[in-house]
């Protein structure tokens, strides 16, 4: 029996008092090891087979190969006419005609056609044998029809049978298929294919996988199930979805161990791949192009802080306001019946036709968001999409998206001062609060951008109102995440899924947001009558960075860095830092803690290279501290990093 549910159980392995209409009986497998439990009943040998790698459907494979076979037959048939006509009537005493060619005039009556229909019967009696050993007469016959014919074979020339082996698309070879049929096709598994640059087909599935279980956690602008079937179970793939594919393949060959995928290779596949992804969405303003724009740049940024990423932002966070991503709209209008003679109208999105299609351009603006946030953070730049002109609701629980399940969360009036106008809490998941509480961290950037006369008694009675405003936003908010979630080191111990790692960035970004705030009056940089270091934000500080030590220990411990995003890392980045600060302002020995996060953030560089810079940098600082002990040298290079 093999170890499978639902397996069959051929007839003889049944009593003879058998009824003849229950010759298959088909019963559970409970894959209890070493023998299930039918076969330990009934004395038999119980077999469990290995499990096989995603394929397409059967049925199209059997087609397709009934296909080529069909063909190759033909093509088999043809050549042998065309090798006899060249052995019996082409000979050296004919005369070529015009470019060389033998006319057809020329040729005796006897000179069988190549145009005759070839019989289906003689198709038939080809077998697969004669197939397989005529393939190297059908080769020589091509060699011979130029010699015969008398003049160069071209130095470009293709037989008509390698022409048939590039028309096969390569996704439809499967990863068991025989080497000869390889061969005939010309498409090998273990070399990249030349037209689309993807990988081979078990692959870029396994690919695909593991960018839902590291990538679309933390980043949830696509659904698993539709984006399988329209990968994968559609007998045609369209170009937009085709892209999507090389821009999922271009993030994640990072957290592929397959050993076809060499240093070489890794480079080839994510060059093209990316390539192609930015040439489609230059061209391309649509839901589609957007979303892969949007991992390709979860993609550069996680690899290096760059202008690249930056640009990359700014073309997405153009496009979305053109396309009116960013407004929420509860009533939809019918379209004009007129043409638009605006050029922005005229490319404008149409109205969304189902609920779970709006909850996808939801996401997708609050994506870029959370990008547009993390890559601003530590410049002294403005955010592209600004708080002002946005009026999205926030995204719903990845589970009602997946379910298509219409629901309402929790939207504002963003102007000024947010004003609740709908509040449903519970519908809300880890990418909405995570959405919140950059929107404080936001107000916080601007917060500490802002130009305060300290001569001024007003400005900074006004300064001191507006951190003590944030500080309380920050206390209410983390007192209203679900229970569960407020004990995340527990959580990180009993579930350790990808799921929980949701959470675990979300704790993060909160630590960052703390440190943001608090440090500015902790650790301030001109200090006066005004501006002295208050021991209230320092215990703040410091309690967060102990916190963020606390859980990221646990992450390391139960295997789940590389379910964390680059988010995280700037987190830690943030968090060291403020070690660095703290002894420069109290003039003492950096904490031992921070060795800790230059090994997490050098673990975390095998997935997102970004990570490993910030503890190139972190290190030399430490190294050049620790040289200079506690001298003014040492203090003023901790000081500049503070600056």
């Given at each position: 029996?093999?170890?499978?549910?639902?397996?069959?159980?051929?007839?003889?392995?049944?009593?003879?008092?058998?009824?003849?209409?229950?010759?298959?009986?088909?019963?559970?497998?409970?894959?209890a090891e070493p023998s299930c439990g039918w076969c330990a009943r009934n004395s038999r040998i119980c077999v469990y087979k290995e499990r096989k790698r995603p394929e397409f459907r059967a049925s199209y494979g059997r087609e397709l190969e009934e296909k080529i076979n069909r063909m190759e037959a033909l093509l088999h048939v043809l050549g042998r006419r065309l090798e006899d006509h060249i052995v019996d009537h082409v000979g050296a005493n004919q005369t070529p005609g015009p470019n060389g060619l033998t006319s057809a005039s020329q040729l005796p009556d006897s000179t069988p056609s190549l145009?005759?229909?070839?019989?289906?019967?003689?198709?038939?009696?080809?077998?697969?044998?004669?197939?397989?050993?005529?393939?190297?007469?059908?080769?020589?016959?091509?060699?011979?029809?130029?010699?015969?014919?008398?003049?160069?074979?071209?130095?470009?020339?293709?037989s008509i049978q390698s022409m048939v082996g590039m028309d096969t698309p390569d996704t439809f070879i499967r990863p068991d298929q025989p080497a000869s049929s390889l061969r005939r096709s010309e498409f090998d598994s273990r070399s990249p294919p030349l037209e689309s640059g993807l990988p081979p087909h078990d692959?870029?599935?396994?690919?695909?996988?593991?960018?839902?279980?590291?990538?679309?956690?933390?980043?949830?602008?696509?659904?698993?199930?539709?984006?399988?079937?329209?990968?994968?179970?559609?007998?045609?793939?369209?170009?937009?979805?085709?892209?999507?594919?090389?821009?999922?393949?271009?993030?994640?060959m990072r957290f592929s161990t397959d050993p076809r995928l060499t240093p070489d290779?890794?480079?080839?596949?994510?060059?093209?791949?990316?390539?192609?992804?930015?040439?489609?969405?230059?061209?391309?303003?649509?839901?589609?192009?957007?979303?892969?724009?949007?991992?390709?740049?979860?993609?550069?940024?996680?690899?290096?802080?760059?202008?690249?990423?930056?640009?990359?932002?700014?073309?997405?966070?153009?496009?979305?306001?053109?396309?009116?991503?960013?407004?929420?709209?509860?009533?939809?209008?019918?379209?004009?019946?007129?043409?638009?003679?605006?050029?922005?109208?005229?490319?404008?999105?149409?109205?969304?036709?189902?609920?779970?299609?709006?909850?996808?351009?939801?996401?997708?603006?609050?994506?870029?968001?959370?990008?547009?946030?993390?890559?601003?953070?530590?410049?002294?730049?403005?955010?592209?999409?600004?708080?002002?002109?946005?009026?999205?609701?926030?995204?719903?629980?990845?589970?009602?998206?997946?379910?298509?399940?219409?629901?309402?969360?929790?939207?504002?009036?963003?102007?000024?001062?947010?004003?609740t106008i709908v509040n449903k809490p519970e519908n809300l998941g880890s990418f909405a609060y995570h959405c919140e509480v950059l929107r404080i961290l936001s107000r916080i950037h601007q917060f500490l951008r802002?130009?305060?006369?300290?001569?001024?008694h007003t400005d900074v009675q006004r300064w001191r109102a507006t951190y003590r405003e944030l500080d309380g936003e920050l206390n209410t908010w983390i007192q209203d995440l679900p229970g569960e979630y407020g004990r995340i080191s527990q959580l990180c111990h009993s579930d350790p899924a990808s799921r929980v790692s949701n959470w675990i960035m979300l704790h993060a970004a909160y630590v960052t947001s703390v440190l943001r705030l608090h440090s500015s009056f902790a650790y301030p940089i001109i200090r006066s009558h005004i501006f002295q270091p208050s021991y209230h934000a320092i215990q703040r500080c410091l309690g967060a960075v102990k916190s963020l030590r606390e859980i990221a220990q646990d992450a390391v411990n139960t295997g789940m860095l590389d379910l964390l995003g680059h988010p995280f890392a700037f987190s830690l980045w943030v968090s060291a830092r403020l070690l660095l600060v703290h002894?420069?302002?109290?003039?003492?020995?950096?904490?031992?803690?921070?060795h800790f996060f230059l090994s997490t953030l050098?673990?975390?560089?095998?997935?997102?290279?970004?990570?490993?810079?910030?503890a190139e940098i972190l290190n030399r600082v430490v190294q050049e501290s620790q040289q200079s002990g506690t001298s003014y040298e040492g203090s003023r290079t901790l000081t500049a990093m503070r600056r």
């Open positions: 029996m093999q170890g499978e549910e639902g397996a069959y159980l051929p007839s003889q392995v049944l009593p003879a008092s058998t009824p003849a209409d229950r010759i298959l009986l088909k019963v559970k497998c409970d894959r145009g005759v229909p070839v019989s289906l019967s003689n198709i038939a009696d080809s077998t697969p044998q004669d197939m397989r050993t005529s393939d190297t007469r059908w080769s020589d016959s091509i060699d011979n029809l130029y010699d015969g014919m008398q003049y160069s074979r071209p130095p470009d020339a293709m692959l870029t599935y396994t690919l695909v996988d593991l960018y839902f279980k590291h990538v679309n956690p933390w980043c949830p602008i696509l659904d698993r199930g539709a984006t399988f079937d329209a990968l994968f179970q559609s007998s045609t793939v369209e170009e937009s979805d085709r892209v999507l594919l090389h821009a999922i393949i271009a993030t994640t290779s890794r480079k080839q596949y994510h060059e093209a791949s990316k390539e192609k992804v930015q040439q489609y969405g230059l061209k391309h303003a649509n839901m589609r192009a957007l979303q892969c724009l949007v991992i390709l740049t979860v993609d550069v940024l996680g690899s290096s802080n760059n202008p690249e990423g930056w640009t990359l932002l700014a073309l997405i966070a153009q496009n979305i306001k053109h396309l009116g991503l960013g407004a929420e709209k509860s009533v939809f209008l019918a379209p004009p019946t007129y043409a638009s003679i605006s050029p922005v109208q005229a490319y404008a999105l149409p109205e969304p036709s189902s609920w779970i299609e709006d909850e996808e351009r939801r996401r997708l603006y609050w994506m870029v968001y959370v990008l547009d946030r993390y890559a601003t953070l530590g410049t002294a730049f403005d955010f592209i999409l600004d708080d002002k002109e946005n009026t999205r609701a926030l995204p719903c629980r990845y589970d009602l998206f997946s379910r298509n399940e219409p629901v309402e969360t929790r939207s504002f009036r963003w102007a000024e001062r947010s004003e802002t130009a305060v006369d300290i001569g001024s002894a420069a302002a109290m003039e003492c020995e950096v904490d031992p803690m921070i050098d673990q975390l560089g095998q997935y997102w290279p970004v990570a490993r810079n910030y």
